[in-house]
């Protein structure tokens, strides 16, 4: 079935670091990918997606790039801000109508 | 955007009591809805599909008769936690599909339950 693997945290950074979250997965077919925030005490956001292979997607300056050929799709984040501290969660959808499957979460602390 | 929203974000109940989480898709149809379960620090458990108009379909281990989901419209779905226990205190998220863009699921702020 499917899977997704994420790096184990709590992730600790500076502010202005440099940020990859590592994101890999299992599935049938092609699936979409997706990166999730959850801030504190809140439901979970959409944060990018990308639906294809090679695509990347992007968004407040985090990218992530759809590699096929790797099965991955790591989160990247060129200059981490106090206000990025979540958990982010990777997930796939294998198909239109299947049930999104997660990772099991990274928390981002980011200090000042 | 599309937008979820869940009633009530927070509620505190006595054991033995049931509790209703409301779940509604504000400016879109969603023929599915997901009703999700979080524990401290962990991930999201995927508790049941809610097709409307026709039973969920629960995930393996989730007690069906303890979980009761109900998906009267295209709008709305909700959950009741009958009987509840200490045990069921935790994060409830649901999310919605939207019937025209079945690739995303646009989520819920999250009810947090408390058994007391």
């Known amino acids: 079935g499917d899977s997704v693997t994420q790096m184990e945290g709590p992730v600790t950074l500076s502010e202005e670091a440099f940020l990859t979250i590592n994101c890999t997965y299992t599935a049938t077919g092609y699936p979409s990918l997706f990166w999730y925030v959850q801030y504190p005490g809140e439901g979970l956001q959409l944060l990018l997606k990308?639906?294809?292979?090679?695509d990347k997607g992007s968004n407040k300056g985090f990218e992530a790039t759809y590699r096929k050929e790797t099965t991955s799709f790591h989160l990247e984040k060129g200059s981490v801000q106090v206000s990025d501290s979540a958990v982010y969660f990777c997930a796939l959808n294998s198909g239109g109508y299947q049930k999104v499957t997660f990772g099991t979460g990274t928390k981002l602390q980011v200090i000042p | 955007g599309a937008v979820v929203s869940q009633h009530p974000s927070r509620v505190i109940c006595k054991s033995g009591t049931s509790v209703k989480i409301e779940c509604r898709s504000l400016d879109f149809q969603a023929t599915t809805m997901f009703w999700y379960r979080q524990f401290p620090k962990q991930s999201l458990m995927l508790m049941a599909t809610s097709n409307e108009g026709s039973k969920a379909t629960y995930e393996q281990g989730v007690e069906k008769d303890k979980f009761l989901i109900n998906h009267a419209s295209l709008t709305l779905s909700t959950l009741t936690v009958t009987s509840a226990h200490p045990e069921d205190s935790s994060f409830y998220i649901c999310?919605?599909?939207?019937?025209?863009?079945?690739?995303?699921?646009?989520f819920g702020p999250g009810t947090r339950l408390t058994v007391t």
């Open positions: 999310s919605a599909r939207d019937g025209g863009n079945p690739y995303e699921q646009y």
């Open positions: 990308a639906t294809k292979a090679d």
